[in-house]
């Protein structure tokens, strides 16, 4: 038991993953950190294949696979030779395997005769009919044509429909999305709408995504509400691509995001979240979860429920840990303070522990926390700023068996860095 103990601690990531935490560092099932950027999912069957660019491979594209989108595992690098590929994504317009992405502000596409593996370059294009050069890639396949349309934001601030042609040659125009500085498009369709998320043009910033609609792919597109609250800016994210579980029960539509680091490395990760969509109102509204899941077979969502709390009340504060607030439930702490959360109860494998907080500017400074004597405190927040956006941060940490463990939170970062704890919360795994 103990040896499995440290051996749990090393990896860090032993055992299935039971939920999609936003923002939350993701593991495959390998145990090593989850590194497909910018990507996007096609399904074949009953598996999910996601291909992103790998930042920790100079942005070669790399795709894991998954039958239930939690557990994925590593298939890797689709195409060694080839970097620098943003945002790259799959099709399959006739026959062969395509994937297409930006490279150099061009668009470049590969080829391979199977989904996995073998992929070669075909081309490297500005697109028709302006030859404007290209940045972010996007993809969607129109079930009604059967037909894969390639997304991408060009020039002249105009976001840009084509449509792939059965030889994989990017097509002419389906429509464009102009008027704006727009991104990072995605699109889906639901009753009746195509929906177009795009997002702004603020480098590795989040921003408030936005949504635009029109009832046939030749547009015109029309709208631009905020998926998310304004202050949220998309809970931290940027738009990458939308994916339809169409399930026995019902249908969900999920977001996936990329919650940049400051250069969209490999401190990188993931926002995915189900959406509400309404095509009468044309609206689209991220409906945030600290940690959800969809049944990839009947298309429900489910959260999980909350087993245990532990209140900052009760937690032994250090230093110069200061103000409690009046209700006497969470304190503010800044730079050297600490607070000591005591009897944890730990299973002694891989488990989810929600930090209950809020700071007051989340890229100021830096939330972690120490397990009981261990050297090196995990860094909560500075890798993705959840703090600040999502009051509830879901960590995975691997905790002594038994109510033994000490969890002490701290702060480091500019000193006007504030953070407002409320306490730690553990959940079923189910
Ligand atoms: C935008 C793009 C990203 C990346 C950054 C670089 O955010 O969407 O993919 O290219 O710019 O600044």
Not at 8 to 35: E, F, N
Not at 76 to 87: F, P
């Given at each position: 038991?103990?040896?499995?103990?440290?051996?749990?601690?090393?990896?860090?990531?032993?055992?299935?993953?039971?939920?999609?935490?936003?923002?939350?560092?993701?593991?495959?099932?390998?145990?090593?950190?989850?590194?497909?950027?910018?990507?996007?999912?096609?399904?074949?069957?009953?598996?999910?294949?996601?291909?992103?660019?790998?930042?920790?491979?100079?942005?070669?594209?790399?795709?894991?696979?998954?039958?239930?989108?939690?557990?994925?595992?590593?298939?890797?690098?689709?195409?060694?030779?080839?970097?620098?590929?943003?945002?790259?994504?799959?099709?399959?317009?006739?026959?062969?395997?395509?994937?297409?992405?930006?490279?150099?502000?061009?668009?470049?596409?590969?080829?391979?005769?199977?989904?996995?593996?073998?992929?070669?370059?075909?081309?490297?294009?500005?697109?028709?009919?302006?030859?404007?050069s290209y940045s972010d890639t996007g993809m969607y396949y129109d079930e009604a044509s059967t037909t894969w349309y390639l997304l991408t934001s060009a020039d002249h601030n105009t976001v840009q429909i084509n449509k792939i042609n059965s030889d994989g040659t990017v097509g002419a125009r389906a429509s464009t999305l102009t008027g704006g500085a727009y991104e990072a498009p995605g699109l889906f369709y639901a009753g009746g709408v195509y929906f177009l998320i795009v997002s702004g043009k603020t480098g590795w910033r989040s921003n408030p995504n936005k949504v635009f609609t029109a009832t046939s792919l030749s547009g015109p597109w029309t709208g631009g509400s905020n998926i998310a609250p304004e202050s949220e800016k998309t809970y931290n994210s940027q738009n990458t691509y939308e994916l339809t579980i169409k399930g026995s029960q019902q249908t969900t539509y999920l977001y996936m995001g990329d919650a940049w680091d400051s250069k969209g490395s490999t401190g990188s990760n993931y926002v995915w979240l189900p959406m509400a969509v309404s095509p009468s109102a044309k609206t689209v509204t991220l409906q945030y979860h600290a940690m959800w899941k969809v049944d990839v077979n009947t298309g429900v969502v489910s959260y999980p429920t909350a087993k245990k709390r532990y209140a900052t009340r009760d937690a032994q504060v250090s230093r110069r840990a200061s103000s409690r607030n009046s209700a006497g439930s969470s304190h503010k702490i800044k730079r050297g303070d600490e607070i000591a959360f005591h009897n944890v109860t730990g299973t002694g494998s891989r488990q989810w522990v929600s930090l209950l907080y809020t700071a007051n500017e989340p890229e100021a400074g830096q939330a972690y926390i120490v397990v009981n004597d261990e050297v090196r405190p995990v860094n909560i927040s500075d890798l993705n700023s959840r703090a600040g956006y999502h009051g509830v941060v879901p960590v995975q940490l691997v905790l002594k068996p038994g109510d033994v463990n000490t969890l002490r939170f701290g702060v480091s970062g500019a000193s006007g860095f504030e953070v407002s704890v409320d306490g730690i919360e553990f959940y079923e795994e189910d």
């Open positions: 038991m103990r040896f499995l103990t440290i051996l749990c601690g090393v990896t860090g990531a032993l055992g299935a993953t039971s939920w999609i935490a936003p923002g939350a560092v993701w593991y495959d099932t390998d145990g090593q950190k989850i590194d497909a950027h910018g990507g996007g999912i096609v399904q074949r069957g009953d598996t999910f294949y996601w291909v992103g660019q790998s930042a920790s491979s100079n942005e070669s594209p790399m795709m894991y696979s998954s039958t239930d989108l939690l557990n994925w595992k590593n298939l890797g690098k689709q195409a060694s030779s080839v970097t620098g590929l943003w945002r790259p994504k799959i099709a399959k317009p006739n026959g062969s395997f395509w994937l297409y992405g930006q490279q150099d502000r061009y668009v470049l596409s590969l080829k391979s005769a199977q989904m996995v593996g073998g992929y070669s370059t075909v081309k490297k294009v500005h697109l028709p009919p302006s030859d404007y």
